[in-house]
């Protein structure tokens, strides 16, 4: 009995022995996603996305264009000027144009009715030149203005409900010589492109993690990447033609995620890799 | 004149803890452009961080930083109040200072 | 004036009430109304032109299916694939394998196709994208299965052999029109949308069936 208890001095060397070896193997079996997901967490502090909240900031107060007016008279759909929580009811139908509209598409009717400034124009600016800079720049500061707050779009409207049912479908739509479609790579759990992970994004909480990240500072290319920028590179990765900015399908998509993410938390700006 | 600097500055016990994000294209001068010629070199090269107006840390950079820098270091002695101000001058000559005060 | 106010509250709060209590349209008017909006969303751009959205029946049908939740039935997936096998043509020299050490360069490429690509540069599989393959890739999806020692696990000692020979057409067959074997499969129609070349595609198929390729050690 005393002899099954004690454990002798070379027992104690080589269980201490055992558990150093297999400390080593563990730590090498640390997968590569883990890895990346390491990597991201240490790029989280010093956002570059806060230099363009910043400027987003200004551009609001600033008075610009041919009316010399600034942006904050501006209904984001909580009442001219307010923008706390204005993000995570976006896209949202607006009765002054009759459509529902995304934070984007709202800014330009904005800029166009408050500044002078040509919306149409706006919009055929490619992302990240001119004025379509500083848009992404005001969608970044507005953004963080809900930051930590939950998504909860509105479905009262009519427009709203045709509006998500079109996003659906556009969802699911298949095309292009590849056949993609939203859905091929979001629209189930736990799956991978290459190391990234993929939110599903028919549902939470991939909907509101998806959704809810972007704008985003993209650290491989040092971009400013604003919602509309991303569906944009999503549907060139599909090998699709190309999305008009602020466009209704655009709308649409954006109104599918936001309803499937109700309650979920929006972290824009978001850093990515 | 470039972007402003987001500079936060946390005290706690005897240091306080800067961070500083700088907006600049941080250009290596060894990137290539679509047509193939080389991006000229434009890149912060000197930092300066100073304590109600002393300096207490100076840095020089090279190519090898990346886009919209980000900077962290810890000043010993620096308490809640204090004026924090960090410059940085690039190879062209422009120089941008902000300023922040210690939490 | 106090009426004329009423009554324009009125209007205004049955408009409103209208708006909300509308009923949605039916599914067919949505898919209209979806058509209609495709229509004005996008344009052309490099060589991706607005031909790519043309309504393919096969897409539509196994689009629907995804969005319902309700697949489509085994009558009508045996059509889809009876209609995509009719695509597949077999080597035009009688060969099915090319090059691993090639199609292994096919399998990591994801180039080609988008509207920032030029209308003639090669285009890459994208396989690993989707799939894992060699050992040594740790860069690999899961959005399909793993092909890790495809040839030795499907026993493939001589691909030329009779015996390999249905592995072999069934593999070269899943590489030129995927649909062919599963009505609604996610992966591309390599040859049948002209993705890769017959030369590519020998070069994958090497990849996977030669016993020489690494990913079979």
Redesign the interface.
């Known amino acids: 009995m005393q002899q099954q208890a004690r454990l002798t001095g070379l027992g104690h060397f080589l269980l201490g022995l055992g558990l150093l070896c297999t400390v080593p193997l563990a730590l090498a079996q640390k997968s ?1 996603t883990d890895s990346i997901a390491e990597y991201r967490a240490m790029l989280q ?4 996305a ?2 363009f909240e ?2 987003g900031e200004a551009l609001w107060k600033q008075k610009r264009g041919p009316k010399n007016a600034s942006l904050e008279q501006c209904d984001l759909g909580k009442g001219p000027g307010v923008v706390k929580g204005a993000w995570v009811e976006l896209p949202r139908y607006f009765a002054d144009t009759g459509r529902v509209q995304d934070l984007e598409s709202r800014l330009l009717t904005c800029m166009q009715t408050l500044q002078g400034f040509d919306a149409d124009e706006i919009a055929k600016t490619p992302f990240g030149r001119g004025e379509q800079a500083n848009v992404t720049a005001l969608a970044t500061w507005i953004a963080s203005e809900s930051k930590g707050m939950k998504f909860n779009l509105s479905q ?4 709203e ?2 509006m998500y ?2 996003g ?14 939203c ?3 979001h ?2 759990d ?6 990234q992970d ?1 939110p599903n994004i028919t549902k939470n909480p991939g909907a509101g993690n998806g959704f809810g990240a972007w704008p985003a500072y993209r ?1 491989s290319n ?1 971009q400013m990447w604003s919602a509309q920028l991303r569906l944009n590179d999503c549907y ?2 599909q ?6 900015f602020g ?4 709308i ?1 998509l954006g109104v599918y995620m936001g309803v499937n993410g109700k309650g979920g938390e929006a972290t824009a700006p978001a850093i990515k890799r | 004149m470039a972007d402003p600097m987001r500079i936060r500055a946390q005290a706690s016990g005897d240091k306080a803890t800067v961070r500083v994000l700088m907006s600049h294209e941080m250009e290596s001068g060894q990137r290539k452009d679509a047509s193939g010629k080389l991006v000229p070199a434009w890149h912060i090269q000197d930092i300066t961080a100073t304590l109600n107006g002393k300096p207490v840390m100076t840095a020089e950079w090279g190519p090898a930083v990346s886009k919209n820098p980000f900077l962290q270091f810890a000043i010993k002695g620096a308490k809640a109040g204090d004026k924090v101000a960090i410059t940085w001058k690039d190879n062209k000559g422009e120089s941008r200072t902000d300023e922040a005060t210690v939490s | 004036m106090k009426r004329s106010i009423t009554l324009s509250l009125s209007v205004v709060a049955a408009a409103l009430l209208a708006a909300c209590a509308a009923p949605l349209p039916s599914s067919a008017e949505l898919d209209k109304l979806t058509q209609d909006i495709i229509a004005r969303s996008f344009r052309a751009q490099g060589q991706a032109k607005l031909d790519r959205l043309s309504p393919d029946e096969d897409n539509r049908l196994c689009a629907e299916a995804d969005r319902t939740g309700v697949a489509v039935d085994a009558k009508t997936a045996q059509a889809i694939e009876a209609r995509n096998m009719q695509t597949i043509k077999a080597p035009s020299d009688g060969k099915y394998l090319g090059d691993f050490k090639q199609g292994e360069r096919v399998a990591q490429s994801g180039a080609g196709k988008t509207w920032t690509d030029a209308e003639n540069s090669a285009n890459g599989g994208n396989c690993y994208n989707c799939h894992q393959i060699s050992k040594e890739e740790l860069s690999y999806g899961t959005l399909g299965p793993s092909l890790y020692n495809y040839g030795k696990i499907r026993g493939v000692t001589d691909p030329n052999s009779a015996a390999a020979k249905p592995i072999v057409e069934y593999t070269w067959g899943k590489l030129q029109n995927a649909r062919a074997y599963n009505a609604c499969s996610s992966m591309p129609r390599f040859g049948h949308k002209g993705i890769l070349n017959e030369k590519q595609i020998k070069d994958v198929m090497a990849l996977l069936l030669d016993p020489a390729s690494p990913i079979n050690k």
């Open positions: 590569a502090d010093g956002n570059p806060d230099l910043a400027k009262s409207h009519i427009e409900r045709k049912e079109v659906k479908r556009l969802f699911f739509m298949r095309g292009g010589p590849h056949d993609f479609a859905a091929t790579c629209a189930q736990d799956k991978r492109i290459r190391l993929l650290v040092g060139r990765q090998r699709f033609p190309y999305p008009l466009s209704e399908a655009t649409a």
